[in-house]
């Protein structure tokens, strides 16, 4: 037996953790901002008739570019995109990937604004790229200028912004990012993740006439297709053509382009869930601040909440009453997913009794 330090492993990757929401099979999982709402069945009727259709033609690669595919989630997108301004891959993870190998990596630099999503730091690090925390203000919102003189300061390749922000459901004002991107020298990317699930305006309507401006999208909340891993961007076609340069050739399987293109057939039914996931969000945080809580306002379908004096103790307790959270980091808040009543209720009545 060796360990890691036996292996030549790069010297920048020496110490580090790998991702690890932990994945415990308990009742109540709400710890990764899932849809709670599985597919519905005309959906996984049409996704079946479809993969088993590709299955047939299996021993050819699947088509390189995903042009289908690419043109249906630029319908979807509205705002009068075409294929040609959409990229896709296996999570919208892969995407920020193809992003930071094309635009940052080794020499270069990406910065964010924390608390936000670890994975923008995680792969910044895994592809070379030397990180910069700028951060938000105290109560989590990240305001213009702020935004604009970090940038000023630190002149990175790349900038991260996340609306609305995990893990904290702050959504950004459209005027921020316009901001931001009047300040970077670089190319700014907004991770709309939970978009279906806010308020506020997407930045797609920034993206004419700002050809370094990016905004990335997943299947895997909202669209309650996590599974089955598809993230895409919308950007100038000219991005698009630069991450063409990095992605592995045939990245996206032919099963996953034929069962993101169903799903996207049944966009309007799955995105009915939504309305009642932001009930049960809503719910949550009455009743959360009924227990004196302290709990920031959310465009999401999480919830970060506290203050705790452990937070880790209050993960653990919940844990042992079958209801998992999540523990991001942050000391003295939990961030909680809204699932469905029942899942709600649990969680509610398992913390009422830690408490
Ligand atoms: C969940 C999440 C993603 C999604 O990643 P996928 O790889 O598409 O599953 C991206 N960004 C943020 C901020 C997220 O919370």
Redesign the pocket.
């Not at 997943?218 to 909340?221: A, F, L, N, P, Y």
């Given at each position: 037996m060796s360990g890691l330090e036996d292996l030549p492993l790069r010297d920048d990757l020496r110490g580090r953790s790998p991702y690890g929401a932990p994945q415990v099979d308990v009742p109540v999982r709400l710890n990764?901002?899932e849809n709670p709402y599985a597919p519905p069945p005309a959906l996984v009727d049409d996704l079946t008739t479809a993969v088993v259709s590709a299955a047939t033609a299996l021993n050819r690669y699947p088509d390189r570019d995903a042009v289908a595919l690419r043109a249906a989630l630029a319908a979807y997108l509205g705002h009068g995109l075409t294929g040609a301004q959409v990229w896709a891959a296996n999570?919208?993870?892969?995407?920020?990937q193809h992003l930071l190998m094309a635009f940052a990596g080794p020499g270069r630099s990406a910065l964010g604004f924390v608390p936000?999503?670890s994975?923008h730091e995680l792969i910044a690090r895994a592809t070379g790229t030397r990180w910069i925390s700028a951060y938000r203000a105290e109560d989590f919102s990240l305001q213009a200028e702020a935004a604009a003189a970090a940038i000023t300061e630190h002149r990175p390749d790349l900038v991260f912004l996340?609306s609305p922000n995990?893990p904290t459901g702050t959504a950004l004002d459209p005027a921020v990012v316009a901001a931001v991107v009047e300040a970077a020298p670089g190319m700014v990317v907004v991770?709309e993740?939970?978009a279906e699930f806010s308020a506020q305006p997407s930045a797609l309507h920034l993206l004419p006439g700002h050809p370094r401006l990016v905004v990335?999208r997943?299947?895997?909340?909202a669209f309650a297709f996590?599974g089955a891993?598809?993230?895409y961007l919308a950007a100038d076609p000219a991005v698009v053509d630069a991450l063409q340069l990095v992605r592995l050739p045939y990245h996206l399987s032919a099963l996953t382009q034929a069962a993101a293109l169903a799903a996207l057939a049944h966009a309007e039914e799955t995105l009915a869930t939504v309305a009642r996931v932001m009930q049960e969000r809503d719910r949550m945080i009455a009743a959360l601040r009924d227990l004196d809580l302290e709990v920031v306002d959310s465009d999401a379908n999480f919830v970060l909440f506290g203050r705790f004096d452990d937070q880790e103790k209050v993960w653990q307790a919940l844990l042992d009453r079958g209801v998992l959270v999540r523990d991001v980091g942050l000391p003295g808040w939990l961030r909680v997913t809204a699932g469905v009543p029942r899942e709600v209720d649990a969680f509610l009545t398992a913390l009422r009794e830690v408490l």
């Open positions: 990764t901002n999570g919208s993870n892969e995407i920020i936000s999503y994975v996340c995990n991770d993740a939970y990335t997943t299947m895997s909340k996590a891993r598809l993230g």
